[in-house]
């Protein structure tokens, strides 16, 4: 687990000096830590009932044009009805970590972050089956299906994330993936705790679609000098393309204020026709539960289930059973040791614990 942490932002602490907030305290409370499938029994908004097909939002066409020509859309109040939802089950969340959050949280970069939670907590897997995102989703980006390739719940961002390109989106080529970002509190004032983007930067010609880490003075992109500037308030939701530059503030303080937070559940879907496609790298951390697709093969199957404009019963019935296996070992070992290679070094101690492990 050492290595592992390492490999993904876990390493050794940089030395902050900040104390840990009441939130990351939670996170990291060893009594309460879980493993395997987890139920919040939050109950589900009002009018929603379970099996039943998603709901479904219709959508101004311009904000379809907007994404198309800007790489980034906001859709105002789009999920409103669901944070109390989603809320009550991030603060179970939070009450109860999960073994897997542990990995990848570096020196409490965040205060709670977790990688494809909607395997592990069936809070998040009902929104991803009853809400309209995935009908919204699907008008913005022009596909007739959609499938989870992977999410993230983030509480209390304390350092940012400078200019990068989202890498980690699961299994697909770029061109299939489209990103998606939930707001559950108010956040953006001072741009701090809301991604900012480089407007445009889509169809940039320098950075590559492995590139996780973007250099905005090199090449064409100092051409994209529009930002946007979003203040977004609860159930508010950004779309955007998974190569549009953009970044996270981090706060000014260093740390997330006490008493406040800043909760958003994010993640990447696949639009129709997607294929499996081991990309290697960083985006090997979103490939690591236990299917058994190989490269080209159409993705579909229980690990990445079609959430929109309906679900399969035979995609369903493994979550529902707890059959997922939602980090396999041996897809661990195989899919990262290659990155751990490249940011540690073959003969570094780290390397040398996780060939131990």
């Keep these: 687990l050492a290595a592992l942490s390492f490999a993904l932002g876990g390493g050794p602490s940089s030395g902050s000096s900040r104390s840990r907030s009441a939130v990351a305290s939670k996170a990291l409370n060893l009594s309460q830590m879980q493993l395997g499938v ?8 009002e009018g929603v009932t379970r099996g039943q097909l998603p709901q479904r939002l219709e959508l101004d066409a311009k904000l379809g044009e907007e994404l198309r020509e800007e790489g980034v859309t906001l859709v105002r109040g789009a999920l409103a009805d669901w944070v109390d939802f989603l809320r009550r089950v991030t603060d179970h969340q939070v009450n109860h970590p999960h073994f897997w959050s542990l990995v990848g949280r570096g020196d409490d970069s965040y205060d709670y972050i977790q990688r494809n939670v909607w395997m592990t ?9 009853y809400s309209p995102l995935g ?7 022009g596909t007739e299906e959609l499938r989870p390739t992977t999410d993230m719940i983030m509480v209390n961002p304390n350092d940012g994330f400078d200019w990068h390109q989202d890498n980690q989106n699961g299994p697909i080529e770029t061109k299939h993936a489209i990103r998606w970002w939930v707001a559950l509190d108010r956040c953006g004032d001072g741009n701090v705790g809301v991604p900012e983007f480089a407007i445009g930067s889509h169809r940039n010609k320098t950075v590559t679609d492995s590139a996780t880490d973007v250099d905005i003075t090199a090449g064409d992109m100092p051409t ?13 939701l950004i779309v955007w393309n998974a190569r549009t530059v953009h970044r996270i503030r981090p706060h000014p303080d260093g740390q997330w204020p006490e008493g406040r937070q800043r909760r958003a559940h994010s993640g990447t879907m696949a639009c129709r026709g997607a294929v499996y496609t081991s990309r290697g790298a960083a985006s090997s951390v979103s490939d690591v539960a236990g299917h058994s697709l190989r490269e080209g093969d159409l993705l579909a199957g229980p690990y990445f289930p079609r959430i929109f404009p309906d679900r399969c019963p035979d995609e369903e ?17 195989t899919k990262l040791r290659p990155l751990l290679d490249r940011i540690v070094g073959a003969e570094s101690s780290w390397a040398k614990i996780w060939d131990e492990r």
């Design 121 to 129: 907590n069936d809070g998040y897997r009902d929104f991803m089956y």
């Design 224 to 236: 994209f000098t529009r930002r946007t500037e979003y203040v977004v308030e609860p159930g508010d």
């Design 38 to 45: 987890q139920d919040p029994q939050v109950p589900l908004p």
């Design 317 to 333: 019935l493994p979550r529902v059973r707890g059959e997922l296996v939602s980090r396999s070992l041996a897809r661990v070992a």
């Design 135 to 141: 009908h919204i989703v699907s008008q913005l980006a």
